[in-house]
């Protein structure tokens, strides 16, 4: 605190107040408890200030960088910025109260005038960021046009990646003397409290080393299972049965809902490197609004799953094939796109409409499958990776046909608009829609229950040790 407090007189002043000028909230910055009927800090009539928000990296660009970074031979860096958020300016006039007990022996009535921005205001995330962006850009840097929160410098034939995260900051390159460099340049600018090898970021623990790159959640598991009382339960080898099939169950005995919502917020988060348990948990989730005795069983399930699976994680390789992608869905969509051999995006959601026949079905799925493939060919360019046409493989020919053959309106006039973009962009090549049989597809896991028989399918998936067999950009749907 007392760190926090000289960081904050060093970039404010202390002023006389205004006349007729009132407190209109107050909010302990250091540690804030909500009580049970609290709203928390929001926006209130009368106090005007512009936008807020601050762009944040998604979970796959990050996994993203780590594959990229891992084929590339490269290890990245960990900048924590100390008090990142005094570093941003705003616009806005604030005057803050000196906090009790450290009021200013001289001017123990003066308030300070904020020059920059506070930890606990609405619009220091976003000063923060606008002020990382201008120092980057000065620095010869370029922002990706997919991700706001990626930034590429090129220098000599030598590429610098920096991505941040708020008020972490994760870099690497090509070029040790142009990492240096960077590291340099940046602690001048800003006082650092960490720097290092990238080791532990978002809760997620990563392991680099020459032969890859290993990412895990297993302190994370662990204080998961300690917390629900889940640690001496007896392990099980799949997350969910494969005649599991749960309803509504409006007779069953209902439980407490707080804290069944509580272990689904739980494994939520621990599918940033768990896709084994996607399937599983999104289906649970469903019934956060009312859950019932066999839900809980379901989600316990998981749980015991997880003491069998702790030291399950992602595995990043460096001696993999140039760029491989593969994505599959189904009528409960499931996705999973890879990177050269190393998994990097995967999601399991139903479908937003409901279809009238499988092929319409399967072609709904195509089109999500094709707009993920054209997010991932933009972000991967800003990497200097390029993509010709890509193969998007199916199971069913019948969707294929609605998708290559125009005259068939008889099979799709029940088809919302904006699922036609597939065609579109068959017609402009940026995809080919190609039949594949169903033993090759790969994201099975996402769409049922894992069988136990196809348990070495799953961990060679999680580790990233299936062989790509295609160059580029690929996407299998089933």
């Not at 009580?35 to 993203?64: L, V, W």
């Not at 034939?157 to 900051?169: E, H, K, P």
């Not at 020459?210 to 007896?234: A, P």
Request: aromatic fraction near 12%.
């Amino acid at each position: 605190m007392y760190e926090e407090l000289e960081n904050f007189e060093r970039n404010h002043d202390l002023v006389e107040p205004l006349p007729n000028c009132r407190p209109i909230g107050t909010k302990w910055v250091f540690k804030n408890k909500q009580g049970e009927n609290e709203m928390g800090f929001c926006q209130k009539e009368g106090i005007d200030y512009e936008e807020t928000f601050a762009p944040i990296a998604p979970s796959e660009a990050i996994r993203i960088l780590l594959a990229f970074a891992a084929s590339k031979g490269f290890k990245l860096q960990q900048i924590d910025v100390k008090s990142a958020f005094l570093n941003g300016f705003i616009e806005e006039e604030v005057y803050v109260r000196q906090p009790p007990g450290f009021e200013s022996a001289r001017f123990p009535d003066r308030v300070y005038k904020l020059r920059k921005a506070l930890y606990g205001l609405k619009q220091a995330p976003r000063a923060w960021y606008v002020r990382l962006k201008s120092f980057l850009l000065k620095s010869g840097f370029v922002m990706s046009s997919v991700d706001k929160t990626l930034f590429l410098l090129s220098r000599g034939g030598d590429t610098l990646i920096v991505q941040i995260y708020v008020d972490d900051i994760i870099f690497g390159g090509s070029s040790q003397a142009l990492v240096s460099s960077f590291a340099e340049q940046i602690s001048r600018e800003f006082e650092m409290s960490l720097m290092g090898e990238l080791q532990f970021f978002l809760g997620l623990q990563i392991k680099q080393g020459l032969e890859g790159t290993f990412v895990d959640q297993v302190k994370y598991t662990r204080d998961i299972l300690k917390k629900f009382n889940m640690g001496d339960s007896k392990p099980i080898t799949t997350p969910m049965s494969t005649n599991t099939a749960l309803d509504a169950d409006e007779d069953g005995e209902a439980v407490d809902q707080k804290k069944f919502q509580g272990m689904i917020g739980s494994l939520l988060y621990l599918m940033a490197t768990r896709p084994d348990i996607q399937f599983a948990v999104c289906l649970c989730a469903h019934y956060q609004a009312s859950p019932r005795t066999s839900h809980r069983q379901a989600v316990k399930h998981i749980f015991r799953y997880l003491k069998f699976t702790t030291e399950l994680g992602l595995w990043y390789s460096s001696d993999a094939n140039h760029a491989g992608c593969r994505i599959d869905c189904k009528s409960t969509s499931g996705t999973c796109q890879l990177l050269e051999t190393s998994l990097v995006s995967w999601s399991s959601r139903k479908q937003g409409s409901v279809a009238l026949f499988t092929p319409e079905a399967e072609y709904v799925a195509a089109a999500s499958c094709c707009s993920q493939l054209l997010w991932m060919k933009a972000t991967l360019s800003d990497f200097g990776l390029r993509f010709g046409k890509i193969p998007l493989l199916v199971d069913s020919t019948s969707a294929i046909s609605v998708a290559k053959n125009p005259v068939l309106h008889f099979r799709t006039k029940y088809i919302d608009m904006r699922f036609h973009f597939l065609r579109d962009h068959y017609e402009k090549g940026d995809i080919d829609l190609v039949h594949v049989v169903f033993a090759n597809q790969l994201a099975d896991i996402f769409t049922k229950p894992l069988e136990l028989q196809v348990e070495g399918i799953d961990n060679a998936l999680i580790k990233g040790e299936i062989e790509s067999q295609w160059i580029g950009l690929i996407a299998f749907l089933v």
